[in-house]
C-alpha cells in the first residue's frame, strides 16, 4: 500500500501509532534532506503533509538518496518505527513515527530549483509565476488553493439549501457595455465577425429569471480586458453569480447575509463578525463619512464637512477660503488620543501627503490651559477662540485629540480625505485586525456626470430598476435619481455589487435615452434581453459576489495572485504558458483576419 504522508483527519492520528512495526510504501517528493554522517535523514512531502524517513550509511540505497535533490519524487519502503522522546516532532502530526528505509525507488528526478519550495522564502513574482507548479507546492500557497476549493464547495451547498439551482451560462456571446473593454473572439464560420467572452453573465441570467426559473447561480468565469490591481486579476475572475425572481432589494440582501455570516465563521480563523443584518449605509453617507464606498468599518474615525467654520469670519486662512469659493469643501478627519504622539508623527503624515500629490495636510492638536481647550499647529493661529469650540463640538473631539483637514473640489476631497482616514488608523493602529466588518452601500445614484467625456454616463449597472416611477422619471434632474443598486462590503474591500433589475423594457428606453442612447440602438445592442422582457417578465434583482476576493480575505493575504492557481500577471501575461502568443499565418488565414506590426 502507497500510505498518504498526513492523517485526512485528527481521528486518523491514531493510524500511525497502531502502525508502528508495519512494513509500508510511501511516495511523495523529497521536502528535505539532512546529512548527519552515519544517518541520512530525509522528510517526504505529499498533499496531506510531511512523514520523516531515516536511512543509514551503510545500507545501499544511501548514495542514489545522498545525491537526489530536492523535489525529485521517490517510493519508499520500510518500517514505521516509534521516533525516541527526545526526537518527537509536536508541530507535525506524524511527529510520533518516523519510516526506516529498506528500499527505494527514484519514480522522477527533479533538476535544480529556480525557486525553493522548503523555507517560504519570498522569490521575484516573474519566477513564481512561470514556474507556478514549483510555487503551488509550497505551504502557504498549498493551503490558501485548497482553502479557495473548500469555500466554493461551501458556497454551493449553502445555494443549494437555499433552494438555488446551478445553471452555466454561454462563454461565446455578444458584446455588451458592462464598463471595461471586452475580449473579442474572431469567428471562422462568419469572417469579420467576432463573439465575446462574457465580462459577466448579466443579460443570461436576467433570461433565466424570465424562462421561469425561480433561483439560479454559478460559479461563473468573467472576462474584462483590464489593468491588474492587487485586489484584482487581469483578464479573468470567478464570481457566484446568483438571480431571484419576485423580490425587492431587502430581499435579496436577507437571503445573502446568513451565507457570508456563516461563510466567515467557518474559515475566519476565529476572528469576530459583527451580527446579521449588516448594518445599511447609503451611498451618499458612506463618502461624507468614511471618504469612500468601500469602507472598512474596522477603523474607527469618521470624517466630518467643516466647510461652514472655514468658510465663516472667524477662521482666516486664505488659501482655504480661496477653494471653497470656486465650490471646493473642506474635509475635518478628527483623531482621538494623539496627546502622546511627537511632532515627528504629524510631519510624517504631511510628508506623505505631499507624496500622495497633496499640497500638505493641515492639523489643529487640541490641549489644555486651565479651564480652556486651545489649539495648537502651523494652522491654528488662523482661528478665533470661539472657530476653535466650534470644531471641537462639530467633530466631537477633547483635548487629547487632533483633527486633519482637506481642502479641495468636492469629490477630490472625499477621496483623499478617505485615504488619509485610512492612512492615520494604519499609522496609530486602531485598525482591529481581528475582525470582519460588513456593512451594504445602498442607494446608489442611477447616473454620474462624467468630466472628461463632458456628459452625463451610467453610474453603475445600467440594467438597475431606478428609484422613482416611470412617470416621474423625464421630469427629474438624471443626477438626482437613485437606483436599486447595492454592494457588499467588508474590511474596505467591496465582495459584491448587485441590483433589482429594470424589468419594463419601455422604462428601459427612457433610462438608456439619458445616456445618449436611441430605442433603436437599445434593441440593437440588447435585443435578445429586450425581446426577453417582452414577453412577461417577473420582477428579479440578484448580485455577484468575487470569488477571488473572498479567498483573498479569508486567506489573510494583500495580494488576488496568492489565492489563483495560475494567474495572469500584472501585465496580463501568463508566464507559465508563454500567453499572449502570435497566431500563425494559417489560423489567420482561415480567419481572414490580418494582424498590422506596430512601426
Known amino acids: 500500500m502507497i500510505v498518504p504522508c498526513l492523517p485526512k483527519s485528527e481521528s486518523e492520528l491514531g493510524f500511525h501509532k497502531k502502525n508502528i512495526g508495519i512494513k509500508i510504501k510511501l511516495s511523495g517528493w523529497i521536502h528535505r534532506k539532512r546529512d548527519h554522517g552515519n544517518l541520512l535523514f530525509i522528510d517526504i ?18 548514495k542514489v538518496l545522498e545525491k537526489l535533490r530536492p523535489e525529485s519524487v521517490i517510493l519508499v519502503e520500510g518500517k514505521v518505527i516509534k521516533r525516541s522522546k527526545e526526537t518527537e516532532n509536536k508541530d507535525l502530526k506524524t511527529g510520533l513515527i518516523e519510516v526506516k528505509i529498506e528500499n527505494i525507488k527514484v519514480l522522477s528526478e527533479a533538476k535544480e530549483l529556480p525557486l525553493p519550495v ?11 509565476l512561470k514556474y507556478r507548479f514549483i510555487d503551488l507546492r509550497r505551504n502557504e500557497m498549498h493551503k490558501n488553493i485548497e482553502l479557495r476549493s473548500k469555500i466554493l464547495s461551501f458556497l454551493r451547498t449553502k445555494m443549494t439549501e437555499n433552494n438555488f439551482l446551478e445553471f452555466q451560462t454561454p462563454i461565446l456571446t455578444a458584446s455588451s457595455p458592462e464598463g471595461a473593454r471586452d475580449f473579442l473572439v474572431p469567428s471562422r464560420v462568419h469572417p469579420g465577425k467576432f463573439y465575446a467572452l462574457p465580462q459577466a453573465p448579466q443579460q443570461f441570467k436576467q433570461m433565466i429569471m424570465i424562462s421561469g426559473f425561480d433561483r439560479y447561480f454559478q460559479v461563473a468565469p468573467c472576462f474584462r480586458d483590464e489593468d491588474g490591481r492587487a485586489d484584482r486579476s487581469p483578464g479573468e475572475h470567478y464570481q457566484l453569480d446568483m438571480e431571484m425572481s419576485f423580490v425587492e432589494q431587502e430581499d435579496v440582501l436577507k437571503i445573502v447575509e446568513p451565507i457570508f455570516f456563516d461563510l466567515f465563521k467557518k474559515f475566519g480563523k476565529n476572528k469576530k463578525i459583527n451580527q446579521i443584518p449588516f448594518p445599511r449605509i447609503k451611498y451618499k453617507d458612506a463618502l461624507n463619512k468614511y471618504g469612500t464606498d468601500k469602507p472598512d468599518l474596522r477603523n474607527p474615525i469618521e470624517l466630518v464637512d467643516a466647510t461652514e467654520i472655514f468658510n465663516s469670519k472667524e477662521v482666516g486662512l486664505k488659501i482655504f477660503k480661496e477653494i471653497i469659493s470656486k465650490g471646493g469643501i473642506v474635509k475635518a478627519i478628527p483623531v482621538s488620543n494623539t496627546d502622546t504622539k511627537p511632532r515627528s ?32 499647529g502651523p494652522i491654528a493661529k488662523f482661528f478665533s477662540e470661539q472657530a476653535l469650540l466650534k470644531l471641537v463640538k462639530l467633530c466631537k473631539i477633547n483635548e487629547k485629540d487632533s483633527i486633519f483637514f482637506v481642502c479641495n473640489k468636492k469629490k477630490e476631497a472625499i477621496n483623499f480625505s478617505g485615504i488619509v482616514r485610512q492612512k492615520i ?57 437613485l437606483a436599486y443598486q447595492y454592494d457588499l462590503v467588508c474590511n474596505g474591500y467591496e465582495l459584491s455589487s448587485g441590483a433589482i433589475r429594470n424589468h419594463i423594457p419601455d422604462y428601459l428606453f427612457k433610462v438608456f435615452s439619458k445616456v445618449g442612447y436611441t430605442e433603436k440602438m437599445v434593441k440593437q445592442n440588447f435585443s435578445g434581453m429586450i425581446k426577453a422582457l417582452s414577453y412577461g417578465a417577473p420582477p428579479h434583482g440578484g448580485m455577484a459576489p468575487g470569488i477571488d476576493r473572498i479567498v483573498m480575505l479569508l486567506a489573510n493575504q494583500k495580494n488576488i ?15 507559465l504558458m508563454d500567453a499572449p502568443s502570435e497566431a500563425n499565418e494559417k489560423q489567420l488565414k482561415e480567419l481572414q483576419i490580418k494582424t498590422i506590426k506596430k512601426s
Open 45 to 62: 512531502r505529499d498533499h496531506f503533509g510531511i512523514t520523516q524517513c531515516v536511512i543509514e550509511n551503510k545500507d545501499k540505497n544511501f
Open 118 to 128: 522548503f523555507g517560504e522564502q519570498n522569490y521575484p513574482e516573474e519566477t513564481r
Open 345 to 376: 508623527f504629524f510631519d510624517g503624515l504631511n510628508n506623505w501627503a505631499i507624496g500622495q500629490g497633496a499640497s500638505g495636510l493641515a492639523y489643529i492638536t487640541f490641549e489644555k490651559a486651565g479651564s480652556k481647550i486651545i489649539g495648537k
Open 425 to 481: 488608523a494604519e499609522e496609530l493602529k486602531i485598525i482591529d485586525n481581528n475582525s470582519f466588518k460588513f456593512c451594504w452601500i445602498t442607494d446608489y445614484p442611477m447616473y454620474e456626470y462624467d468630466e472628461k467625456e463632458k456628459k452625463i454616463d451610467f453610474s453603475h449597472n445600467p440594467f438597475s430598476m431606478p428609484q422613482i416611477e416611470m412617470k416621474d422619471f423625464e421630469k427629474t434632474d438624471p443626477l438626482d435619481i
Open 561 to 575: 495572485r496568492e489565492v489563483t492557481l495560475f494567474p495572469l500577471n500584472q501585465n496580463a501575461e501568463d508566464l
